[in-house]
T-cell receptor, first 114, second 112 residues
Framework: AQSVTQLGSHVSVSEGALVLLRCNYS??????LFWYVQYPNQGLQLLLK????ATLVKGINGFEAEFKKSETSFHLTKPSAHMSDAAEYFC????????????WGAGTKLIIKP | AAGVIQSPRHLIKEKRETATLKCYPI?????VYWYQQGPGQDPQFLIS???????DKGSIPDRFSAQQFSDYHSELNMSSLELGDSALYFC???????????FGSGTRLTVV
C-alpha cells in the first residue's frame, strides 16, 4: 500500500534561513505528488504539485520541490524563510489505481525563529 | 476565482445531536472528497463521490452518511454526535481525470 513519510513532526529555522521539509513515498510507480500548507485555523491550501512533467516544481510563496525517482522523495524547499511561513505542511500522493485518493503524510510543523 | 465553499464555517452541537455539513465544489468539478482532521492530527479520508455516486469509502463511522446531489454539492450528515467528533471537516473537489484537489476552508465542528 502506498505510504507517505514526512521526516520530523517539527522543523525550526531562523528567519532568512533555508527551509527544507522532507517527504518520501513508497511506490514502484511515480504517483502524483502534492504539498499542502495549513495555516492556523484555516483549511488546506495547495502549494505545488508534481504531475510527471518537470521534476523541479515551483509553487506559491517562493516554495519549490524536486521529484527524485531514485530516492522516492519530494522534498519541499524555500531559500529564505519568512515569519509568515509558520504553518503545518502536508505532503500527499495520489495514484490512478487508487482512484486518486489522497494518501497523506503526518505533517510537519514549521516554526520560524526571529 | 471560484473556490470550494463549505458551510457553516463553525458549528457547535451537543452530544447525541445531529449535524449537516455542506460542500459546494468548484464549477465543473464532479468529484468531492470529505476529510476529517482531529486536533493535532493529520487529515483522514472519510468518503468520496463521483457523479453523485459514492466512489470510495474511508474511515467514516456508521453514524455518518453523505451524498452528492445533482448540482454536485455534497452533504455530510452526522448523527448521535460524540465528543470525539469534534474536528475540522474538509471538503475537496476536483474534475475526474485531472489531478490536484481544491480544498474548502473547512467546517469546525465542536461537540460539547
Amino acid at each position: 500500500a502506498q505510504s507517505v513519510t514526512q521526516l520530523g513532526s517539527h522543523v525550526s529555522v531562523s528567519e532568512g534561513a533555508l527551509v527544507l521539509l522532507r517527504c518520501n513515498y513508497s511506490s514502484s510507480v511515480p504517483p502524483y505528488l502534492f504539498w499542502y500548507v495549513q495555516y492556523p485555523n484555516q483549511g488546506l491550501q495547495l502549494l505545488l504539485k508534481y504531475t510527471s512533467a518537470a521534476t523541479l516544481v515551483k509553487g506559491i510563496n517562493g516554495f519549490e520541490a524536486e521529484f527524485k525517482k531514485s530516492e522516492t522523495s519530494f522534498h519541499l524547499t524555500k531559500p529564505s524563510a519568512h515569519m509568515s511561513d509558520a504553518a503545518e505542511y502536508f505532503c500527499a500522493v495520489s495514484e490512478p489505481d487508487s482512484n486518486y485518493q489522497l494518501i497523506w503524510g503526518a505533517g510537519t510543523k514549521l516554526i520560524i525563529k526571529p | 476565482a471560484a473556490g470550494v465553499i463549505q458551510s457553516p464555517r463553525h458549528l457547535i452541537k451537543e452530544k447525541r445531536e445531529t449535524a449537516t455539513l455542506k460542500c459546494y465544489p468548484i464549477p465543473r468539478h464532479d468529484t468531492v472528497y470529505w476529510y476529517q482532521q482531529g486536533p493535532g492530527q493529520d487529515p483522514q479520508f472519510l468518503i468520496s463521490f463521483y457523479e453523485k455516486m459514492q466512489s470510495d469509502k474511508g474511515s467514516i463511522p456508521d453514524r455518518f452518511s453523505a451524498q452528492q446531489f445533482s448540482d454536485y454539492h455534497s452533504e455530510l450528515n452526522m448523527s448521535s454526535l460524540e465528543l470525539g467528533d469534534s474536528a475540522l471537516y474538509f471538503c475537496a473537489s476536483r474534475q475526474q481525470g485531472s489531478y490536484g484537489y481544491t480544498f474548502g476552508s473547512g467546517t469546525r465542528l465542536t461537540v460539547v
